[in-house]
């Protein structure tokens, strides 16, 4: 897979080989369900194993949070799995937006993490917020996945509020602040207010450089590209990138794929099992990207 002078594509077979010798059974089930033809439903009881009692989930789920408790960031992976795969669980969610609303920091929206994350081994950023703050990260993502379901939940209106507050004044955001906010815009109802905020902060992802332009510069350690921020051609911020650009990352990614199958991410490798969980889902959403981007 040398080179970038060609159009590349992916190695579906060799994918297909390392999902099965090395992935999670969660991901081996979202592979099936997106490029083999599977039923929805093992997708739905491999996410429920990771459900807990009070309608949230853990136990690993985000691979770098292997608490067993509730933590917004696997609730957040949970509703994402189960609007990628087509199997949006209605009471699943309810439970899920439930708990979300019982331990809503009191602006509402969501915690970057909840304090339980100590309860478990988890990578050194998850790191709760003194005051239980509310964070643009967790909130957008989730509000997005709402609107985009088209679920009503008092817990969304919250959160809406806050985020159009957090929105109107977010001068200098991080990548994963952006990715919060992009989520949000992408399907909140109100597209003349969505476009014209994005026409404000979206260029921040080029003036303050949260971007790599240069497909060369993306395996650098905590590197984002254009597909991070607009992986599909329907995703908001696309316009920010010019078709040769996103042409010579489609490019990259799919020479990223490794000669076991598997792609691999460039943050910090704090677990061997984190590691391994983190290949299977990116390996599927590698495969996604590139599909949907006309690679496959």
Do not use: C
């Amino acid at each position: 897979m040398d080179g970038m002078n060609m159009k590349k594509t992916p190695d579906f077979d060799a994918a297909a080989g390392f999902m099965a010798a090395h992935a999670r059974v969660l991901d081996r089930r979202v592979f099936q369900r997106l490029f083999q033809g599977g039923a929805p439903g093992p997708v739905r009881d491999a996410i429920a194993a990771y459900r807990n009692d009070d309608g949230g989930f853990g136990h690993g789920l985000e691979p770098d949070v292997r608490t067993a408790a509730s933590q917004p960031a696997a609730t957040e992976m949970a509703l994402r799995i189960m609007d990628l795969t087509d199997e949006w669980d209605t009471a699943m969610v309810s439970g899920a937006i439930d708990w979300l609303a019982a331990i809503a920091p009191a602006e509402g929206g969501a915690a970057f993490a909840e304090p339980s994350v100590a309860d478990g081994p988890h990578a050194p950023w998850w790191v709760p917020a003194e005051e239980h703050s509310a964070s643009v990260i967790q909130t957008g993502q989730v509000a997005g996945l709402l609107y985009a379901r088209g679920f009503s939940h008092p817990w969304l209106d919250r959160a809406t509020e806050l985020m159009w507050e957090r929105i109107g004044t977010l001068a200098e955001p991080g990548a994963y602040e952006m990715f919060g906010v992009l989520a949000f815009l992408q399907h909140v109802p109100d597209r003349s207010r969505a476009l014209a905020a994005f026409d404000k902060i979206g260029p921040l992802i080029l003036d303050r450089g949260l971007v790599a332009l240069d497909p060369d510069d993306a395996s650098v350690a905590e590197t984002h590209t254009p597909l991070d921020f607009a992986p599909l051609p329907g995703s908001i911020a696309r316009a920010l990138f010019d078709d040769a650009t996103i042409a010579a990352h489609l490019d990259h990614l799919a020479a990223a794929q490794r000669d076991d199958g598997g792609w691999m991410f460039n943050w910090l490798a704090w677990s061997a099992a984190a590691e391994a969980d983190w290949r299977g889902f990116l390996t599927v959403e590698a495969l996604r990207v590139l599909r949907a981007n006309g690679r496959a």
